[in-house]
T-cell receptor, first 115, second 116 residues
Framework: AQSVTQPDIHITVSEGASLELRCNYS??????LFWYVQSPGQGLQLLLK??????LVQGIKGFEAEFKRSQSSFNLRKPSVHWSDAAEYFC?????????????FGTGTRLKVLA | DTEVTQTPKHLVMGMTNKKSLKCEQH?????MYWYKQKAKKPPELMFV???????INESVPSRFSPECPNSSLLNLHLHALQPEDSALYLC???????????????FGPGTRLTVT
């Protein structure tokens, strides 16, 4: 069965430090992969996506992610975290079902940024 | 315009009330989604509409009734809800993937529903 795992429930980093959020997936075919960010009480905003091609993808707000097929991973990175990055981050894989695509979300990683 | 709008932002309703949540997008997307999100959890898919037809119902109780009047609008009608239905209800839209391509979803800000 398809699944997405985010091993870290909470991560705390200092402002200006680098960040890596982990995401592992289980999917038979080439996956469609996404990272979303959600601020408290808000909807989800797409940070970046991977469909094919270059395995290092750039997103908004200075985020990037690298697709590693051999490790079934799609980790999110940022070289220098800002206090405004504090939020919940969700990794998702697109899966086809009943002729329609749906997301399978990971459980999320809550990022706290220390001043 | 990449915006999905949802009304109302907050809703408090009793267990005997009937209310509706509304969602609108003007991106020309032909797939629209309802999600339910409890605190500190990922969104859970409830319904998917593709070309105004219901294509996925994730075994949602009948007290939730979706409606897609046209390609830009999506409603969720609520009746006889339970306190455990209190949650953030998110709407999303995307290009339709019937041709085999998967497209990213654009989410609205959500409606915070409290059932008393």
């Amino acid at each position: 069965a398809q699944s997405v795992t985010q091993p870290d429930i909470h991560i705390t980093v200092s402002e200006g430090a680098s960040l890596e959020l982990r995401c592992n997936y289980s999917y038979g075919a080439t996956p469609y992969l996404f990272w979303y960010v959600q601020s408290p009480g808000q909807g989800l905003q797409l940070l970046l996506k991977y469909f094919s091609g270059d395995t290092l993808v750039q997103g908004i707000k200075g985020f990037e992610a690298e697709f590693k097929r051999s490790q079934s991973s799609f980790n999110l990175r940022k070289p220098s975290v800002h206090w405004s990055d504090a939020a919940e981050y969700f990794c998702a894989v697109g899966a086809r079902r009943s002729g329609t695509y749906k997301y399978i979300f990971g459980t999320g990683t809550r990022l706290k940024v220390l001043a | 315009d990449t915006e999905v709008t949802q009304t109302p932002k907050h809703l408090v309703m009793g267990m005997t009330n009937k209310k509706s949540l509304k969602c609108e997008q003007h991106m020309g997307h032909r797939a629209m989604y309802w999600y339910k999100q409890k605190a500190k959890k990922p969104p859970e898919l409830m319904f998917v509409y593709s070309y105004e037809k219901l294509s996925i119902n994730e075994s949602v109780p009948s007290r939730f009734s979706p409606e897609c009047p046209n390609s830009s609008l999506l409603n969720l009608h609520l009746h006889a809800l339970q306190p455990e239905d209190s949650a953030l209800y998110l709407c999303a839209s995307s290009q339709d993937g019937q041709a085999g391509q998967f497209y990213e979803q654009y989410f609205g800000p959500g409606t915070r529903l409290t059932v008393t």
